[in-house]
């Protein structure tokens, strides 16, 4: 059962990964340019594959994951663009449960609305604000959606906004989101917003003793949690050859970063990679939900 503590949100060490990366607004020729152009009729696309378990030590699924992609081909260009999302909800009875689900929800319609409508709908123009804030402004709507479904409750999230080769992530608590190149090599593109973690940068344990220290599940930051929320936000590119992970704890926790780039990378398509993915983690123990979504950029 996860845990948020009361502390260590102020001065906290700030990592690479949360620099202030803006994004700007989407102009007519910013959109054009980041359409590909295929003479040959080739249309590129997001490939995508996804597996959720409840584990073998739970009675209920507190995970949730949220995912739609599309593109957009015409006069021989194309726009690839897609949502992705992973959550896992914290709190007693069915809090936990109400909170990953009203989380994804809310962020999901309001990129839909505030991105997604107003591009590729009847009459198109630019949205209003950059990716980053569109983003941003979600989470936070999502914050206070799960106030309001699931008194008491919380969740983490983890997020990417992607549109054409740019990803935007959006991240609070201690989901993941990995880079898992072919070649073998896979970066963890988010930081864990836990006590541990903290305590790690501060110097007060080492890396090692993270790993089975008895609180390594209280959170620092989650949604739902206390009236403020700072979500880190920031840019990426798609692995060229390669896969976006997003995934809970459920898995990461139990299945080394090593052991899930030989799954991904060995698997003939990312579907079966995402459901190779759960089952190394029920077999691990599965102690935890488990949650997997796998997106491939394929030109």
């Known amino acids: 059962m996860k845990q948020i503590a009361k502390f260590f949100r102020r001065n906290r060490k700030t990592s690479g990964l949360e620099r202030p990366t803006a994004t700007m607004p989407i102009n007519p020729g910013q ?5 590909g152009q295929n003479g040959d009729g080739h249309v590129n696309q997001l490939v995508t594959g996804s597996a959720i378990d409840v584990g073998q030590r739970r009675e209920n699924n507190e995970d949730a994951m949220l995912g ?3 593109n957009l081909a015409q006069d021989g260009k194309n726009q690839v663009f897609g949502f992705f999302a992973v959550a896992d909800g914290m709190g007693g009875h069915r809090n936990g449960e109400l909170a990953s689900e009203f989380a994804l929800r809310a962020v999901g319609n309001h990129v839909m609305s505030n991105l997604y409508n107003p591009l590729f709908g009847p009459n198109p123009k630019p949205p209003q604000n ?3 804030e569109i983003l941003e402004s979600g989470l936070l ?9 699931a008194p008491g ?6 997020t990417a906004l992607i549109f054409g080769t740019q990803v935007v992530i959006g991240h609070v608590g201690d989901s993941r989101a990995y880079s898992v190149y072919k070649d073998g090599r896979i970066q963890a593109l988010t930081q864990d917003h836990t006590l541990v973690n903290r305590l790690v940068d501060m110097g007060e344990i080492t890396a090692e003793e993270a790993e089975t220290h008895p609180q390594k599940s209280v959170l620092i930051r989650a949604l739902g949690q206390g009236s403020d929320m ?7 590119i798609m692995p060229q050859q390669g896969y976006l992970l997003l995934c809970t704890d459920g898995l990461w926790g139990v299945v080394s970063d090593s052991e899930m780039q030989k799954i991904i990378n060995s698997a003939p398509n990312a579907n079966l990679a995402a459901e190779l993915l759960v089952e190394a983690a029920n077999k691990a123990g599965g102690p935890d939900n488990i949650a997997a979504i796998l997106v491939q950029l394929v030109d």
């Open 141 to 149: 709507e999502a914050h206070r959606q799960v106030q309001r479904s």
């Open 230 to 236: 700072e979500a880190d936000i920031f840019t990426s």
């Open 153 to 158: 409750g919380g969740c983490t999230i983890t």
């Open 68 to 70: 739609f992609s599309g």
């Open 130 to 132: 950059s990716l980053r």
């Open 31 to 35: 959109f054009s340019e980041s359409i």
